[in-house]
């Protein structure tokens, strides 16, 4: 199927906005942000929308739980589509389990659930697509309903082999590894493992959970499984993600993190679209993207990014009350939100993000959804490396050497070559920073797009033409669209492909750049000089602020992995592109 949308949210929590408000001021803005969503979501043309669960926050046992759900329905009343709803541990009672003291899920607390919001679980189909609404409250809680559910599924997914397959859950199965120890984020054994069993015998194409507030991302077994963003607050614990001090409310109320997915699917696969709601209320209005740019299949980025930063880096961090007796361990998947908003599928990164096995295979995952690695090593590479390098299936491998060691580079080609494998880049180790030319702290590579000795004298030994292109770097105070054009010329004039590097802007090694103005002026000059050269790979060199160490400068992120004004200029500045498909 083609051409076939669907929507999703996520953690509501709808309250009454006078509730507990002293506590966490943007307790009171919770009704009006999910009004907003409800707004946007009426706004386009989709067959469904799937909430997550935890529909309101007074949990089942509290007093307010039914008057609140009563609200909520009217709340929801407004939405044209038709709604699925997932059970959440807000709206059933909290998953079993021996170190939280909320009262779990129990019988009784499912008539107001049903009665308001229908089946704990189910699923329908729409032509060849099945879509399956799962209780996970329930597992391992050892009530009738929890067989009768396990029972049930096992039977649907059975008859709906052969179909692309959607699950909703509230709990992820699991957050980073499926061997991961339980604790409140996840499912616990057995049911964790029987569940992820039958995602994997039926081929499930992908699970949609929520409960945590923060997005994150996995594969396993040829199965997506993505944990939504809030439309109402973020769980601050995760705050521990970001290098920076938390945001308003201890990190609670960080609105650039709330939003909601879109998915479209096609013939052969499936596209989010993330819809960033940057806590808008219908008072407040606009959207940080319009939603039309947002849902536009006709644009992508022109350029890609360079991650200084580390965006798979595991951490570890507690969960004071909740998860009281152990640390959690995530992967930050936080940077791949503002990517895929801003549909970027070049990246280029360092050798060491497909040093190991786990992270080799998360790059061949990510590549087959789309994103084209540029990887840089630097020096000769031994043979170690080109082994890595060749079996990683990047699109590209960057070779930086000191012009000292040009000669040793072209020694190894015929290693190097020998199997195959990505595209082939070279550029030299050149300095920058010093106007004394025997003091030079400071590295950077490429080749220089005025007058080079050091390409003059590559060219040379290059005789062959083994490397197949060359990398230049076009400096902050140099004009991006000249400069652009120039290395074009004197690549293909050399008989190569051209990778350029767009330095953002910088002051002194001391000095931060803020002016996110100028930052936003030359993205916008990127992009527009990438259409008039398309055959050049053209890299922006820096993603997210480089705000401590040397040369400190804002991003197109922050540190807290929330855009800037530069994100969005490149947003719109692709989008009304003049190289829409």
């Not at 879109?262 to 960033?276: F, M, N, P, S």
């Not at 998860?323 to 990246?347: G, H, M, Q």
């Not at 079996?391 to 000292?404: G, K, Q, T």
């Not at 000059?525 to 890299?539: G, K, L, N, S």
Request: with cysteine.
């Amino acid at each position: 199927m083609t051409g076939f949308r669907f929507i999703v949210v996520a953690d509501s929590h709808i309250r009454f906005p006078d509730d507990d408000v002293n506590t966490y001021p943007s307790n009171a803005l919770m009704v009006k942000r999910n009004e907003f969503v409800i707004d946007l979501c009426n706004r386009i043309e989709a067959s469904f929308v799937v909430h997550l669960g935890d529909i309101v926050h007074p949990l089942p046992v509290e007093s307010d739980h039914q008057a609140t759900v009563e609200f909520a329905t009217r709340v929801y009343s407004q939405l044209k589509h038709p709604i699925h709803f997932v059970p959440g541990n807000h709206d059933i009672g909290d998953k079993p389990n021996a170190f939280v003291a909320v009262p779990p899920v129990a019988d009784e607390y499912y008539g107001t659930f049903e009665t308001n919001w229908g089946p704990s679980f189910g699923s329908f189909d729409i032509d060849n697509l099945h879509f399956v609404i799962i209780d996970t409250p329930v597992l391992n809680s050892g009530l009738d309903r929890e067989e009768l559910q396990r029972n049930w599924l096992e039977r649907d997914l059975r008859a709906a082999a052969g179909q692309r397959i959607f699950c909703f859950t509230h709990y992820p199965p699991f957050i980073r590894d499926p061997e991961e120890d339980e604790h409140y984020d996840n499912l616990g054994e057995p049911a964790r493992s029987w569940l992820l069993d039958l995602v994997e015998e039926y081929q499930v194409e992908a699970v949609f959970s929520g409960h945590v507030h923060n997005f994150l991302y996995n594969h396993r077994s040829g199965t997506e499984f993505y944990v939504l963003p809030s439309t109402g607050f973020v769980r601050p614990d995760y705050s521990e993600l970001s290098a920076v001090k938390p945001e308003s409310e201890n990190g609670r109320d960080d609105p650039a993190k709330l939003g909601f997915f879109v998915v479209d699917v096609e013939a052969d696969g499936h596209l989010i679209r993330t819809i960033r709601t940057d806590g808008a209320t219908p008072a407040t209005g606009g959207l940080p993207v319009p939603l039309e740019t947002s849902l536009d299949a006709d644009w992508e980025s022109p350029i890609g990014v360079t991650l200084r930063h580390g965006w798979m880096a595991e951490v570890d961090f507690p969960t004071a009350g909740l998860d009281e007796f152990r640390r959690k361990t995530v992967r930050n998947d936080a940077t791949l939100p503002a990517l895929w908003e801003a549909r970027i599928s070049r990246l280029r990164i360092p050798f060491a993000d497909g040093a190991s096995p786990t992270r080799l295979a998360r790059l061949r995952h990510l590549r087959g959804r789309g994103t084209r690695f540029t990887v840089i090593s630097a020096g000769v590479p031994d043979a170690a490396t080109s082994r890595t390098i060749e079996s990683s299936e990047v699109e590209r491998w960057e070779i930086a050497a000191s012009p000292d060691d040009f000669d040793r580079l072209i020694g190894s080609f015929p290693r190097i070559l020998r199997t195959g494998g990505p595209l082939f880049a070279v550029g030299p180790i050149v300095p920058i920073g010093s106007a004394n030319a025997q003091v030079h702290h400071f590295v950077s590579t490429g080749f220089s797009c005025h007058e080079d000795p050091i390409l003059e004298r590559w060219i040379d030994l290059d005789s062959s033409r083994l490397a197949g292109e060359l990398v230049f770097r076009i400096p902050f105070e140099d004009d991006v669209t000249a400069s652009v054009a120039t290395a074009n010329r004197l690549a293909a004039a050399a008989g190569y492909a051209a990778v350029i590097l767009i330095e953002l802007p910088r002051a002194t090694e001391s000095t931060p750049f803020k002016d996110d103005q100028a930052i936003s002026d030359r993205v916008a000059e990127t992009v527009a000089a990438a259409y008039e050269c398309p055959d050049a790979a053209i890299f922006l060199d820096g993603f997210m602020d480089h705000d401590r160490s040397y040369y400190p400068r804002n991003g197109l992120i922050d540190r807290h992995h929330n855009p800037r004004p530069a994100l969005y200029r490149l947003i719109d500045c692709a989008a009304q592109g003049l190289g829409r498909s």
